[in-house]
């Protein structure tokens, strides 16, 4: 009992910013939850790892903990645009070549989530041998 106590005190601890960030109506509690989780996991296959592919697996948990990063961070709309300082407040330099990138803003946060998800998917099982 004491142990089970000291084990909650201990992951209350280590998810502190994320708990402390939670909105039942947001989902990037979800992502950054997960990614933490990764980065806790990603830490112990590192540095105390006992299957022979605990540096694999390292590997894999940081590039899951970096995808769940990237989509809380949600700074896709804004590494497309650049901002013209010497034109009025709001105005681009160059309109008419930053509206498809609004696709590709779109698309390259949907990559991330799907790769993500395959990730989960065809490697979870395997990280906790």
Not at 9 to 17: C, E, P, T
Not at 39 to 47: F, P
Not at 89 to 103: D, H
Request: with cysteine.
């Amino acid at each position: 009992m004491l142990y089970k106590l000291k084990t909650f005190i201990r992951n209350v601890w280590l998810f502190r910013k994320e708990l402390a960030e939670f909105q039942p109506w947001d989902s990037s509690f979800n992502y950054a939850l997960l990614g933490r989780s990764f980065e806790l996991s990603g830490y112990c296959h590192k540095n105390h790892g006992h299957l022979v592919r605990s540096e694999l697996t390292a590997q894999e948990l940081h590039i899951a903990a970096t995808l769940c990063k990237r989509i809380v961070e949600d700074e896709y709309y804004d590494m497309y645009f650049d901002f013209d300082l010497t034109k009025p407040f709001g105005q681009m330099s160059s309109v008419e070549s930053n509206i498809p990138k609004r696709v590709e803003f779109t698309n390259k946060r949907q990559q991330d989530v799907d790769y993500l998800c395959h990730l989960i998917k065809r490697k979870s099982l395997h990280w906790w041998d």
